[in-house]
Structures are given as structure tokens and as C-alpha cells.
């Protein structure tokens, strides 16, 4: 993908107002081209969620990490990194 359809896919979804308080942020640390980050509520408390999207979007599914990765304590299907396991690839 160019890296102006990355600008625009993160546009949109800035758009759709899942996250409160949008912004993008340097994708590299975790070797994607394009990330946004915002604030979400779980439970009561708010968090923030990083979205990245690599080379292989769409082809390849995004990426999600909480941000600190322990924002929400020790929980399954969130790894040191906060990468959140929401998606088995095997299979698809």
C-alpha cells in the first residue's frame, strides 16, 4: 500500500470515534507503517489503544497493544509487549 492509503485508512478509523482523543503515532517501535492511538474504556477504567497496521494490511490483519501493556494487570492474550491476542491466524 502507498503510504497515503495508511493515512487514509487511519483517517477513517479516527472517524468511526472508537477511540476517544485519536492520534497517530510512530509505528516503527513495533515495525508496522502506520498506528493510531486513543483512549478507550474497559470496565470503568480508561486505557489507551495502540492500532498498527503493517505492509501486508489488508492482506495481513492489524495489530492491536495496550498501552502501558499493563494497563489492566496480568490478563491472558496480552503479551510483555501489550500486543492483545485477539485473533488465531491458524486457520484463516
Keep these: 500500500?502507498?503510504?497515503n492509503r495508511f493515512d487514509e485508512i487511519l483517517?477513517?478509523?479516527e472517524d468511526l470515534g472508537l477511540v476517544s482523543q485519536p492520534r497517530r503515532v510512530d509505528a516503527t517501535e513495533f515495525g508496522g507503517m502506520a498506528a493510531?492511538?486513543?483512549e478507550v474504556d474497559v470496565e470503568g477504567?480508561?486505557?489507551t489503544l495502540r492500532l498498527v497496521l503493517d505492509t501486508g494490511f489488508p492482506l495481513?490483519?492489524?495489530r492491536f497493544f495496550l498501552r502501558p501493556p499493563d494497563a489492566l494487570g496480568l490478563l491472558p492474550h496480552v503479551d510483555r509487549k501489550g500486543t492483545?491476542?485477539?485473533s488465531d491466524s491458524e486457520g484463516i
Design 1 to 3: 500500500l502507498d503510504p
Design 11 to 13: 483517517r477513517q478509523t
Design 36 to 38: 493510531l492511538e486513543g
Design 45 to 47: 477504567r480508561r486505557i
Design 60 to 62: 495481513k490483519l492489524p
Design 84 to 86: 492483545v491476542c485477539f
